[in-house]
T-cell receptor, first 110, second 114 residues
Framework: RKEVEQDPGPFNVPEGATVAFNCTYSNSASQSFFWYRQDCRKEPKLLMSVYSSGNEDGRFTAQLNRASQYISLLIRDSKLSDSATYLCVVTQDNFNKFYFGSGTKLNVKP | GAVVSQHPSRVICKSGTSVKIECRSLDFQATTMFWYRQFPKQSLMLMATSNEGSKATYEQGVEKDKFLINHASLTLSTLTVTSAHPEDSSFYIC??????????FGPGTRLTVL
């Protein structure tokens, strides 16, 4: 069973739309959670950390549900520049293990 | 964010040769660096964890004699793909762990083995 599972998409949305991605993780001992963004043929870049209380950064909101073992990312007012693959990441073993989901591809269309 | 560089960005080599990839943290010291491999349309797969001054920890299924890792200083880790074969062609990405455990990724090295 994979450590982290994501819907690969693609999610095709118009500019201005709100879109949400979910990600589930299998190990209840997972400690920290992140969303990364990866553009085509580039390295992943940290988008935001995910806290139990939920956190927001501009148009982006991340939520963690430990009981159900899933995290979510909500993007409001989508921009063309949001088009990318969004990777869900969980850590274990005091940050010595990072597990990446396979990513969810987002295409924002004009 | 912190800057991590990788060199080379792209390499094409013949089957049977060895290729060395360097990963440097440019503006911070990283006691821990990670090496990943990503095949097309797949997720990043952790290959090994590199700790400065000690042996690397390899993930299950990754041959330590084929993928040699050296982390000789707090700013440099190297991955050497020995006796490369076409199936080793992939995107290799390193990351360095920052002061609050976040990972900063290098730009990646695209290896093509002919």
């Amino acid at each position: 069973r994979k450590e982290v599972e994501q819907d690969p998409g693609p999610f095709n949305v118009p500019e201005g739309a709100t879109v949400a991605f979910n990600c589930t993780y299998s190990n209840s001992a997972s400690q920290s959670f992140f969303w990364y963004r990866q553009d085509c043929r580039k390295e992943p870049k940290l988008l935001m950390s995910v806290y139990s209380s939920g956190n927001e950064d501009g148009r982006f909101t991340a939520q963690l549900n430990r009981a159900s073992q899933y995290i979510s990312l909500l993007i409001r007012d989508s921009k063309l520049s949001d088009s990318a693959t969004y990777l869900c990441v969980v850590t274990q073993d005091n940050f010595n293990k990072f597990y990446f989901g396979s990513g969810t591809k987002l295409n924002v269309k004009p | 964010g912190a800057v991590v560089s990788q060199h080379p960005s792209r390499v094409i080599c013949k089957s049977g040769t060895s290729v060395k990839i360097e990963c440097r943290s440019l503006d911070f010291q990283a006691t821990t660096m990670f090496w990943y491999r990503q095949f097309p349309k797949q997720s990043l797969m952790l290959m090994a964890t590199s700790n400065e001054g000690s042996k690397a920890t390899y993930e299950q299924g990754v041959e330590k004699d084929k993928f040699l890792i050296n982390h000789a200083s707090l700013t440099l880790s190297t991955l050497t793909v020995t006796s490369a074969h076409p199936e080793d062609s992939s995107f290799y990405i390193c990351s360095a762990r920052g002061p609050v455990h976040e990972q900063f990724f290098g730009p990646g090295t695209r290896l093509t083995v002919l």
